[in-house]
């Protein structure tokens, strides 16, 4: 029997313009792994929500269709009948901790069930174990790393002891090597238990491998649902859902077209596409990637034995020198706490430097206030909703010009250019929080923008951003960096580093381990490792076929499809 | 952090004892007699291995409050004090006998002085050396309803995340160019607007998420929730419970037939 039937099921959100679901049908197997993907507003928290019955006991939208577990309908249950069989870890881990140490939150659940209190004891001890947790019972939670917190919440639901766990985006704030640990634990949990998972998930090469089974959700209808693997060897098809392809599916996507494979062969991992290729090449040499135009060599940023830290002993950025060129694109990369946004925060004086100094186009800024330096650097944080409080948004991009004390004039013709800009003309008198998150995020850009910085800092863009949200985002970064903007770009994700950035830093514990070109940087493998980052794809292929790096997945198919076809002529 | 001697007690001695020293701190007008239930106090710090450091570190804001009292009482006529003191001029500060400063005034000041610091003392010894589950505990055998004690724990373990919020929502503002030191009453209270605004719509959001966090969790599935722990009162508890009391009526005796610690 199935563990989970949906029919026919419709939600609509109290004054939204359309239903979130509509009339959405799928079955998922006991004991099975699913993936639910799709772009940001698809439905996928909003169907989470609706097989624990927190939709619609706890919203004030309507329904209609049902759910059935194990063939019974839940909607005659309390929610908290339901939520002892099904287990949702939500978004943010942080509002969902509630305990003060790790042991007392996890704790909470089954105390609120009444289980005896030996048992709970017992609960805690397994449920850590089950997480990689054991032995933090004590620890404050506060005190956690953003991996570990979202264990923690992963780990409170399975003392419930649920019967089916819901994870939704559980790995979207992570670094790396925080993803890895998740992973780890999604895949321990499925080795020794015959729980039922459904799991939402961005990224298509960490599941690809892992899922049993893919649901795609688009504007709150499934557009496709099967095997995960015949999902992603078809190119038009996964583009056309909005879902990030597999590189080095793209890549045997490009030598299908080309003829010089059939579809079946079509690789879903490096190590596949690394035999496929090198029977192709059969031992030609592949060129070089073109090369590319070298930095601009007239120093921006310069700073000098920088070093920081909140205690004394405790240096969080080490005695950095580091200078970055006019019209960089810097992609800052390391794993969480390497120092990646202490350092960029000492740039605009958000953090003043504990030692050492800044320079900005020769000036010392050491010391500087973070709103005397906002018409240098612009900082974009990572959520919006941190600086959006306006009613319009004219308005909230009027804020900051307003500060700057310009005319008229010269204020209007700054609103209307940012607005075009990013594309939100049509939204100019709209409220913020009435608009989507991706509008939002590109509102709290615009308003940055407005300020005319020569730098800009942007710390992780790409969090929580769905392939198109990244790409969008990304662009606009392109365009600015094309019209002389430095852009000092924090983040995770290794493809936006190899599409756009020309100059690469790698951060460990406060210090730079290397920089250089991406290409440079990104081959080191070794030493990206030590810093628990992974490379791209392309660039893994790349080098375990031993050929020249390559950055972008495309010119690389071109240079393989070009040699083979020579090879067979 | 090392577990204090008096962390071990039962919370119940410890109301006791606190209630005590409160009673006690208003028996005596004699400030002889309040030194020395502040020495008192100051020996069960020591014995309770509770760090003095802390102690010092609330007290010191209120130096300069106590100088203000000092310098307020010493110069104002004290009511309820014999006439020896009251009528006792110690010194004239200005020319011509005027604004006498009084040994009843000085005495009054004192007794102000050490039943603040006896408060300060008690106080510090009670929120240092009792784990908010003690008084969660405590309120569940009072039959405090269930929901108030959640919400005390969720407020308290809410109190870093809000104000890790604060810090980026303030970050993230000034990196616009907004500042707090505007001109006037008006324009600080308006420069708050941007720091407000994202605050409470996020506080709004998290309440939100925090609802449905707990609905996940089971939360309100019965009226009541497994206790992790009993109050247990140990030998030790019975005798210094006992000991408390005897002060407790000990002083009593003192105040009252005795009419001790009266000036």
């Known amino acids: 029997?199935?563990?989970?039937?949906?029919?026919?099921?419709?939600?609509?959100?109290?004054?939204?313009?359309?239903?979130?679901?509509?009339?959405?049908?799928?079955?998922?197997?006991?004991?099975?792994?699913?993936?639910?993907?799709?772009?940001?507003?698809?439905?996928?928290?909003?169907?989470?929500?609706?097989?624990?019955?927190?939709?619609?006991?706890?919203?004030?939208?309507?329904?209609?269709?049902?759910?059935?577990?194990e063939g019974q309908s839940i909607l005659p249950y309390r929610v908290q009948t339901i939520t002892e069989y099904v287990g949702l870890v939500m978004q943010d881990a942080e509002s969902q901790i509630l305990g003060r140490t790790v042991e007392e939150d996890v704790m909470f659940g089954p105390r609120n069930y009444l289980v005896p209190r030996d048992e709970i004891t017992h609960r805690v001890k397994e449920s850590l174990v089950r997480v990689r947790l054991q032995g933090f019972e004590k620890r404050d939670a506060t005190s956690l790393s953003g991996g570990e917190k979202q264990r923690l919440t992963i780990a409170s639901i399975l003392a419930l002891n649920p019967q089916i766990l819901l994870l939704d985006e559980p790995t979207s704030e992570l670094d790396p090597l925080g993803r890895e640990e998740i992973y780890t634990t999604i895949d321990d949990l499925r080795r020794n238990s015959d729980m039922t998972m459904l799991v939402v998930e961005h990224s298509s090469e960490d599941i690809c491998e892992k899922a049993e089974h893919l649901l795609i959700l688009q504007d709150g209808k499934f557009t496709w649902q099967g095997k995960p693997q015949d999902f992603f060897k078809d190119l038009t098809l996964v583009i056309q859902n909005g879902i990030k392809p597999i590189t080095v599916s793209a890549i045997g996507w490009h030598l299908m077209e080309a003829g010089l494979i059939n579809r079946d062969e079509i690789p879903l991992t490096v190590e596949e596409a690394a035999l496929l290729i090198q029977k192709l090449i059969n031992g030609r040499p592949i060129p070089p990637p073109p090369a590319i135009s070298p930095r601009n060599s007239d120093t921006l940023i310069k700073t000098e034995n920088l070093s920081f830290g909140y205690i004394k002993d405790n240096l969080i950025i080490k005695q950095m020198n580091l200078e970055i060129d006019?019209?960089?694109?810097?992609?800052?990369?390391?794993?969480?706490?390497?120092?990646?946004?202490?350092?960029?925060?000492?740039?605009?004086?958000?953090?003043?430097?504990?030692?050492?100094?800044?320079?900005?186009?020769?000036?010392?800024?050491?010391?500087?206030?973070?709103?005397?330096?906002?018409?240098?650097?612009?900082?974009?944080?990572?959520?919006?909703?941190?600086?959006?409080?306006?009613?319009?948004v004219y308005n909230e991009i009027l804020f900051g010009l307003k500060i700057a004390n310009l005319s008229q004039t010269e204020i209007n013709q700054r609103i209307e250019e940012v607005l075009e800009f990013t594309n939100l003309s049509d939204f100019k008198d709209t409220h913020p929080f009435s608009m989507g998150k991706g509008e939002r995020q590109k509102l709290a850009v615009a308003s940055i923008l407005a300020l005319k910085p020569k730098i800009l800092v942007v710390d992780e863009p790409t969090t929580g951003q769905d392939w198109k949200g990244i790409r969008v985002m990304m662009e606009m970064m392109k365009t600015l960096n094309e019209h002389g903007t430095t852009i000092i770009m924090i983040t995770h994700d290794m493809d936006v580093v190899s599409r756009y950035a020309n100059h690469v830093i790698l951060m460990n514990q406060g210090e730079i381990l290397l920089q250089g070109r991406p290409e440079e940087v990104l081959a080191e493998t070794e030493i990206l490792?030590?810093?628990?980052?992974?490379?791209?794809?392309?660039?893994?292929?790349?080098?375990?076929?031993?050929?020249?790096?390559?950055?972008?997945?495309?010119?690389?198919?071109?240079?393989?499809?070009?040699?083979?076809?020579?090879?067979?002529? | 952090m090392k577990i204090s001697r008096i962390a071990c007690l039962d919370i119940r001695l410890k109301v006791l004892f606190f209630v005590t020293i409160v009673i006690l701190a208003f028996f005596f007008n004699n400030p002889f007699y309040n030194f020395v239930i502040m020495a008192f106090l100051i020996g069960v710090m020591l014995w309770g291995q509770l760090p003095l450091a802390g102690f010092w570190s609330m007290l010191k804001p209120m130096l300069t409050v106590f100088i203000i009292i000092l310098l307020f009482t010493l110069f104002t006529k004290p009511y309820g004090l014999p006439e020896r003191y009251s009528e006792h001029i110690l010194f004239y500060v200005l020319p011509n006998n005027k604004l006498p400063a009084t040994l009843g005034g000085l005495i009054l000041g004192i007794n102000f002085l050490l039943r603040i610091m006896l408060m300060v003392s008690v106080t510090y010894i009670f929120i240092s050396s009792?784990?908010?589950?003690?008084?969660?505990?405590?309120?569940?055998?009072?039959?405090?309803?269930?929901?108030?004690?959640?919400?005390?724990?969720?407020?308290?373990?809410?109190?870093?995340?809000?104000?890790?919020?604060?810090?980026?929502?303030?970050?993230?503002?000034?990196?616009?160019?907004?500042?707090?030191?505007?001109?006037?009453?008006?324009?600080?209270?308006?420069?708050?607007?941007?720091?407000?605004?994202?605050?409470?719509?996020?506080?709004?959001?998290?309440?939100?998420?925090?609802?449905?966090?707990?609905?996940?969790?089971?939360?309100?599935?019965?009226?009541?929730?497994?206790?992790?722990?009993?109050?247990?009162?140990?030998?030790?508890?019975?005798?210094?419970?006992?000991?408390?009391?005897?002060?407790?009526?000990?002083?009593?005796?003192?105040?009252?037939?005795?009419?001790?610690?009266?000036l």
């Open chain 1, 1 to 69: 029997m199935d563990a989970i039937q949906v029919l026919d099921l419709t939600y609509h959100y109290p004054d939204a313009p359309k239903a979130s679901l509509q009339n959405v049908n799928c079955n998922i197997g006991k004991g099975t792994f699913t993936v639910l993907m799709g772009e940001t507003g698809a439905g996928k928290s909003t169907l989470l929500m609706s097989l624990n019955g927190v939709i619609p006991k706890m919203m004030e939208g309507t329904q209609s269709g049902d759910v059935k577990l």
């Open chain 1, 326 to 392: 006019q019209g960089d694109f810097v992609a800052i990369i390391g794993q969480n706490g390497a120092g990646k946004t202490t350092l960029a925060k000492q740039l605009n004086g958000l953090l003043i430097p504990t030692s050492g100094k800044v320079f900005i186009d020769g000036q010392d800024v050491t010391g500087k206030k973070p709103e005397e330096m906002a018409s240098i650097i612009g900082y974009v944080f990572q959520n919006p909703d941190h600086q959006i409080f306006s009613t319009t």
């Open chain 2, 130 to 262: 009792t784990a908010i589950d003690d008084i969660l505990l405590l309120m569940s055998k009072l039959k405090a309803p269930y929901w108030l004690s959640i919400m005390i724990t969720t407020a308290i373990s809410f109190i870093p995340t809000m104000n890790h919020k604060k810090d980026q929502i303030f970050q993230a503002q000034k990196s616009r160019g907004a500042t707090v030191n505007q001109k006037g009453i008006f324009g600080q209270l308006l420069s708050f607007v941007p720091i407000m605004v994202p605050l409470i719509t996020n506080s709004i959001l998290m309440a939100n998420n925090l609802a449905i966090a707990m609905t996940n969790r089971g939360y309100g599935a019965s009226s009541q929730m497994t206790m992790m722990k009993d109050l247990n009162f140990s030998g030790t508890d019975k005798v210094l419970f006992v000991l408390t009391l005897l002060i407790f009526i000990g002083a009593i005796i003192l105040r009252f037939p005795l009419k001790y610690g009266v």
């Open chain 1, 529 to 569: 490792r030590q810093a628990s980052v992974t490379t791209t794809q392309t660039v893994r292929l790349c080098k375990q076929l031993g050929l020249p790096v390559y950055l972008d997945e495309k010119l690389l198919a071109e240079s393989i499809i070009n040699v083979s076809i020579g090879l067979s002529a």
